[in-house]
């Protein structure tokens, strides 16, 4: 199935931008889209992305309009062949191409080979490619600002959410509270630092009078559970938040700390003192959030992180 969201009136020119990938990328990519508007300031802008970030982008004022890719596998040819038509339909005369993953490179080959689009990525065929062959080891934003300049886009900003609105104040939050995010990718558990530490972590903030607020998604509910129930005074939220209330939430925050996760690169965005903890699964150096107010600790085996070394680095 493929979904679309209408949000303004046809322009002359139509782009098309891709980006899928996790939270924290999508965040990262804000900046490059706010440059692309820039660069086609009269032009329809279409997005390409996950179901779960539909509702934040269509509020995006860089983007016209926020179609869903449910990203069908190879065997299910149906919905490749409907993706391929509205692809087609879209008449954009240029594609961004933000993921620049095998499956989004592999987007070229929906448009016919004598009408494609101008290409930005490293698709076969890209009419504007990234050839740069250290681009793997390049941090995200500068790989991205490193794109666009070859598609003739020289000024990329850094990621904002400031144009992001929700009301936070069902959640009746103490201030002043401290964001802490003990999840991440539930596939990658390495990339997470041992719940017993942030439940130290979480009696130390509550004596010096600093509510914990747990974050986190579906698969952060037992997690966060587990910590909030050996904890009086910690609130959990785990799964009660959209995007948006997410990111309203961090700018009323004291200070945020977590695992290598997307909250963490919302938090430095809003600017709040963050404190991002990475294991060897992970390189800061390629993808750790940036902002003006950012810590990143790196410790081979998280396990091996103490709470003393952490709380040092708070504000």
Not at 45 to 64: H, S
Not at 264 to 275: K, L, Q, Y
């Given at each position: 199935m493929f979904t679309v969201h209408c949000c303004h009136s046809m322009k002359?020119?139509?782009i098309l931008i891709l980006r899928?990938?996790?939270?924290?990328?999508?965040?990262?990519?804000?900046?490059?889209i706010c440059a692309i508007r820039g660069h086609h300031p009269k032009a329809r802008?279409?997005?390409?992305?996950?179901?779960?970030?539909?509702?934040?982008?269509?509020?995006?004022?860089?983007?016209?309009e926020v179609w869903q890719d449910f990203r069908p596998k190879?065997?299910?040819?149906?919905?490749?062949l409907r993706l391929r038509r509205k692809l087609c339909e879209g008449d954009f005369s240029r594609v961004y191409d933000l993921q620049t993953s095998f499956r989004s490179s592999f987007y070229i080959y929906a448009f016919y080979k004598n009408s494609r689009p101008e290409w930005s990525g490293i698709a076969s065929g890209a009419s504007h490619f990234h050839a740069n062959s250290q681009r793997d080891f390049m941090h995200t934003l500068d790989r991205q600002a490193e794109q666009l300049k070859i598609a003739g886009i020289n000024d990329v900003p850094d990621p904002d959410l400031s144009w992001v609105k929700a009301n936070i104040g069902q959640f009746g939050l103490l201030q002043p509270y401290a964001l802490v995010?003990?999840?991440?990718?539930?596939?990658?558990?390495?990339?997470?630092?041992?719940?017993?530490?942030?439940?130290?972590?979480?009696r130390r903030l509550l004596a010096e009078s600093i509510q914990p607020v747990l974050i986190g998604g579906r698969d952060e509910v037992a997690l966060n559970g587990g910590i909030a129930a050996r904890c009086s005074g910690v609130r959990d939220l785990a799964d009660q938040t959209t995007i948006e209330e997410l990111v309203v939430l961090t700018r009323a925050a004291k200070l945020a700390i977590g695992n290598d996760t997307g909250p963490?690169?919302?938090?430095?965005?809003?600017?709040?003192?963050?404190?991002v903890l990475y294991s060897n699964e992970s390189d800061p150096d390629l993808c750790a959030p940036r902002g003006p107010n950012v810590t990143t600790i790196r410790e081979a085996n998280l396990s091996d992180l103490s709470v003393d070394c952490v709380w040092r680095e708070m504000p």
């Open positions: 002359t020119e139509n899928h990938g996790a939270l924290g990328d999508l965040v990262q990519s804000t900046g490059p802008i279409t997005l390409l992305t996950r179901p779960q970030f539909v509702n934040l982008m269509d509020c995006c004022p860089w983007i016209d190879w065997f299910q040819v149906i919905d490749w995010a003990p999840g991440g990718a539930a596939h990658r558990p390495a990339k997470r630092w041992p719940a017993d530490y942030y439940l130290d972590l979480c963490m690169h919302v938090a430095a965005v809003a600017g709040r003192p963050t404190i």
